[in-house]
């Protein structure tokens, strides 16, 4: 917001605010047209005269209302004058009908603005600091409407004496500015679901306050809704009371989960001297429509925490120190050593894996490197740890893989179906978007063990929990079908005319083994439960599956991917909006790191090596023969390590080192390399077994695209220049070229208009076409040249719907006397991952270490409490970590985060994988847990907080 | 990693599962990987499964 003292807003090069139209949108056949100010306008029918006045380009004065939260006429600000109507009505509540004419600007309401204005003003601070950084909606609406004195009083607030909250680590809150619009508790409630915020007290003395306790000890999940819709410095980020206002804006997308939220950073300062002051989300985000999480909004600290490493770095052995060198020299070391083992030990002795954090062009490039400058397959991804049962099962079934809708699809959805996920901690944005539609009345069937918040939270109360038991998720979803058929709840036309093997899938499902009752013992769901819910979910008009890794990460992870698949075909939920099945993306491009052929058996696009025709395509343009096998699996890689036969590997922006099962194994497979180059912002995990460090970019300074959850391709753009002096993509395309295959673009958009040019779904995309449509979902092709929101409208990619027969079978780790728990893990809402960014952001304040949850009977035999420090232990390891006993989980099971290295959680998960992708089984581990030895840190744990970790683990 | 492929097909009859087991190798393992798989059904190891060890002949 502007002060007369300072540039106008909206100059060009200057800093504005995303426009605010005061109301939200209204979806309406009807048009009604008015007259504002002489000014003509039509607006769908049943828009306030609030916005249709801000699409006419007149701006009516507001302080409660805003255009993310519905009207509430409290504030008295916006009155206006309609002909033929008694009064000044408020704008904000009153919908246009067709005819109206309204005049904004009489005497009348002036004065009566003025009034109001004044009011406010001689119960706010004269001093109000707001005032003085210009970051304040009243104090511009006071200008306006030329409210200079204060003639009711001398502008102190008579909350005054009441406490400064500084207790967020993001955000303040000042009482004293606070003019109790509500507009914050309303954010609360409609747009984040916590409903944290309430109005306590009356009239003069009413006042906002979370919960009768301080944000940080309250509700608040710290989302920033609130702050993004307070008018006045009440709610402030902490890091604009510390830089002041915005200078320039760069519209761009987070980082971190797969809902992938368009952001304004809000920046001052240009080049290297760049500083963020805020992230926004951007309301024209097609994602996430003006909201964020904790993560996305407030952790970006990473980006320039001291740990970032912005100099290459070599060694001759991993027991050696880190040598500083130019990038030539760094690139010149890794480019020789593996033309080196290559020479030594074959082509297909080194490899790359890719990151779900790094950009379609900076990944694409990955593979074309291995593909064309190794002359091998030998690429994967970190996608391989988490959602490669999805693309195998969605592309088995469906023919390809991708979630078949968009985010705004669960807005018509009836029931929801959510298998092993939990969005309001792993999918935060999309889980707000799903609890609204819940309070308008759609119901949710929760399947996971643990009792996850969307079980049971303010205006949320799911239709049943099912605590599904680790492992047996197959027979689980073919109770599911087993019943729908059974009862002849299916849609028989849409399985003839839509479906194949039909009759042998029904034969199959309708099988007694199948049937809720005979699956009891295995899934721990009472037979009559399970019936209920699929009842449910046949039934409805519009049923909808969502899910994530705790549906992929088992040994029948590819399984249960069909499985829900032939759930949703059955029933006929495929194809239109509010229904489908839906992966929830862990990091924020796997969907795009697969899409880009990351797969050590995929070409770009989901198209199989082996095709000659595809081969040709790249051949054609790259000049070079590509190897028509399948390469190595990250898994596969670590084995062959051992063996000898693998000996140089390039890490792009992967912690492999912590994130992948079986730490030992891995470190062992690492350590046993001639060659490993990692390429990161931090020293990780894994670059304490690397011989070159790379360093590499934060988003802030990657220029490229980010592919989401919904396959809606999204723009990321510098804010920065890269501060270590080299895009990512180059760097790629350096060492490429010194092993003697030169891949030079002068830009990202070039890598995109090579992705394009190659691959059919992403026929229409451009940097160019991004910039003007904001976002697109692929296919992007000439029949669909703005995208496709949904996917298998009246066919399915691979023509036919393919439903496969899903035997149920058992996993092999099985509890016993000596592991009698099933271990199973997850994420938390303030942390990411393996926790590398969050780690280093005040997000810490919430998570600072893993716990291990156990139910109170479980506990109580093993005489544990909430606190006590708990060895964890499984056949291949064992850790220790604090213990907090909890009804979320089922008797029998525990579990636990994975987002500190010192914990170190993979110590204890075993090899057990996928057995289609060799995704690893992290949901399912047999341990014990008992009391740990009173004592401190083992010299290991210290070791690792010592030096894995070198500076400031704030 | 290939009994685990076995184990999900152990449903299908003898003649399906080793096909299938055979195309999915193919589609998805590196042939370093299928050597070694071949290797040691040669060898009469005897923890593969008798249809992975079918199909370990079959490549
Ligand atoms: S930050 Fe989010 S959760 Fe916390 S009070 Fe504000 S709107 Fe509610
Ligand atoms: S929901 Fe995901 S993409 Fe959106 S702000 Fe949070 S972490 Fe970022
Ligand atoms: S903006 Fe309309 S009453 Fe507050």
Redesign the pocket.
């Known amino acids: 917001m502007t002060t007369l003292d300072q540039p106008a807003l909206g100059e060009p090069g200057g800093y504005a605010p995303e426009p605010d139209l005061g109301t939200p949108p209204v979806a309406s056949q009807a048009d009604a047209t008015v007259t504002i100010d002489g000014r003509q306008v039509t607006v769908p029918a049943g828009t306030s005269v609030m916005r249709a006045a801000a699409v006419a380009g007149i701006d009516v004065p507001k302080l409660c209302a805003t255009d993310s939260l519905k009207a509430f006429g409290s504030c008295r600000m916006c009155l206006v004058e309609v002909d033929g109507a008694r009064g000044t009505p408020a704008s904000c509540t009153t919908p246009c009908a067709d005819g109206m004419v309204v005049s904004t600007q009489t005497e009348q309401v002036q004065r009566l603005r003025r009034n109001v204005m004044e009011l406010y003003l001689s119960d706010h601070p004269a001093d109000c600091q707001g005032c003085a950084r210009g970051s304040c909606e009243m104090q511009a609406m006071a200008v306006t409407v030329g409210a200079v004195e204060a003639r009711y009083g001398n502008g102190r607030d008579h909350l005054a004496e009441s406490s400064y909250d500084a207790s ?1 680590p993001y ?1 303040d809150y000042d009482p004293a500015a606070c003019i109790v619009c509500s507009r ?1 508790v309303r ?2 409630g409609e ?2 679901g ?4 309430t109005v306590e007290g009356r009239g003069f003395d009413s006042r906002i306050t ?1 919960g009768g306790t301080d ?1 940080l000890s ?10 993004q ?1 307070c008018p006045t410095s009440a ?1 402030q980020e902490k890091s604009l009371i510390e830089l002041g206002m915005p200078t320039r804006v760069v519209d761009t997308t987070c980082a971190y989960c797969g809902v992938g939220c368009s952001f304004r950073a809000e920046v001052q300062g240009t080049g290297e001297d760049t500083q963020v002051v805020r992230m926004m989300p951007a309301k024209t985000g097609g994602a996430n429509e003006g909201h964020s999480c ?1 993560k996305g909004r407030f952790a970006y600290g990473y980006t320039n925490h001291p740990d970032r490493q912005l100099h290459p770095m070599v060694r001759d052995s991993i027991d050696d120190e880190w040598r500083v060198v130019s990038w030539e020299e760094a690139v010149a070391k890794a480019a020789d050593g593996f033309s080196a083992i290559q020479r030594d030990h074959g082509v297909g002795a080194i490899g790359g894996i890719s990151s779900s954090r790094c950009t379609n062009e900076e990944v694409y490039v990955v593979q074309k490197m291995v593909r064309a400058a190794f002359g091998n397959n030998n690429v994967d991804t970190c996608a391989r740890v988490c959602h490669s049962p999805t693309g195998y099962g969605l592309n088995q079934t469906f023919g390809t893989s991708a979630g078949t809708q968009d985010f705004k699809s669960v807005e018509q959805a009836d029931v929801v179906l959510l298998i092993g996920a939990n969005p309001t901690d792993a999918h935060p944005v999309f889980a707000s978007r799903l609890k609204r539609r819940l309070r308008q009345g759609a119901q949710i069937v929760v399947a996971d063990p643990r009792r996850i918040d969307l079980v049971h939270g303010p205006h949320v109360e799911a239709a049943a929990h099912l605590p599904v038991l680790p492992g047996s998720n197959v027979a689980f979803v073919n109770a599911m079908a087993h019943t729908v058929v059974t009862e002849g709840l299916h849609d028989e036309a849409f399985l003839r005319e839509r479906c194949e093997n039909v009759d042998s899938y029904l034969a199959f499902i309708a099988r007694p083994e199948n049937s809720p009752e005979a699956t009891e013992e295995v899934t721990g769901i009472p037979a009559e439960q399970l019936r209920a819910a699929a009842r449910l979910y046949a039934e409805a008009p519009n049923a909808a599956i969502y899910y994530g890794l705790g549906v992929t990460e088992h040994s029948q992870g590819s399984t249960m991917v069909m499985g829900m698949a032939n759930l949703a075909m059955i029933t006929g939920n495929i194809g239109r909006e509010g229904v489908g099945v839906n992966p929830l993306r862990g990091q924020n491009n796997v969907q795009g790191s697969c899409d880009m052929g990351s797969f050590p058996h995929e070409l770009p696009g989901y198209r199989h090596i082996s095709r000659p025709e595809v081969r040709a395509i790249y051949e054609d343009l790259w000049g070079r023969t590509l190897d028509p096998e399948p390469g190595l699996r990250i898994p596969n890689m670590f084995d062959s390590a051992l063996a000898g036969t693998f000996r140089g590997l390039y890490v792009q922006g992967e912690d492999i080192a912590q994130s992948d099962p079986n730490t030992q194994h891995v470190e062992a497979a690492l350590r046993s390399m001639d060659l490993v180059v990692v390429q990161d912002l931090f020293l990780n995990e894994t670059a304490r077994f690397a011989h070159v460090f790379l360093p590499g970019t934060s988003f802030l300074e990657k220029d490229g695209t980010f592919t989401n959850a919904e396959r809606r391709i999204n723009r990321v753009r510098p804010a920065l220049p890269p501060r270590q002096g080299k895009d990512e993509w180059q760097i790629t395309c350096d060492i490429a070229a010194a092993m003697g295959f030169p891949m030079p673009y002068a830009g990202a958009h070039e890598i995109m208009d090579e992705i394009a040019a190659t691959t059919p779904t992403f026929a229409g995309v451009s940097f160019a076409r991004l910039d003007a449509e904001g976002s697109m979902q692929w296919p992007v092709t000439d029949a669909a040249p703005h995208g496709t929101p949904t996917m298998h409208v009246g066919e399915f990619v691979r023509g036919k719907g393919n439903l496969v027969e899903t035997v149920y079978v058992p996993t092999t780790e099985r509890t016993n006397r000596r592991f009698p728990l099933v271990l199973t893990t997850g994420r938390i809402l303030s942390q990411y991952n393996v926790g590398a960014q969050t780690r280093r952001t005040a997000n810490q304040t919430w998570h600072p270490e893993d716990i291990l949850e156990i139910h109170p009977a479980d506990a109580h035999v093993r005489g544990i409490s909430t606190g006590d420090l708990v060895e964890l232990s499984s056949r291949v390891g064992s850790t220790t970590l604090r213990a907090e006993v909890s009804e979320r989980m089922p008797a029998g099971v525990v579990y636990t985060t994975f987002h500190h290295p010192v914990t170190g959680a993979n110590v204890v998960t075993t090899e057990n994988s996928d057995w289609a992708t060799n995704c690893p089984e992290y949901k399912v581990t047999a341990v014990e847990v008992g009391v740990a030895n009173a004592r401190g840190l083992t010299d290991a744990e210290a070791a690792a907080r010592d030096e894995r970790e070198p500076a400031g683990r704030s | 990693m290939g009994n685990d492929i076995a184990r999900q097909l152990a449903h299908l009859d003898e003649e399906e599962a080793v096909t299938r087991i055979v195309a999915h190798l193919d589609r998805f393992w590196d042939p370093r990987m299928r050597r070694t798989l071949q290797a040691l059904a040669a060898a009469g190891d005897d923890t593969l499964d008798p249809r992975l060890a079918a199909a370990a002949r079959r490549l």
């Open positions: 967020n955000f914050c954010a609360c747009v984040q916590t409903f944290a915020l979370p944000f309250s509700e608040c999940v710290s989302c920033g809704a609130c702050v819709a709610l904790v």
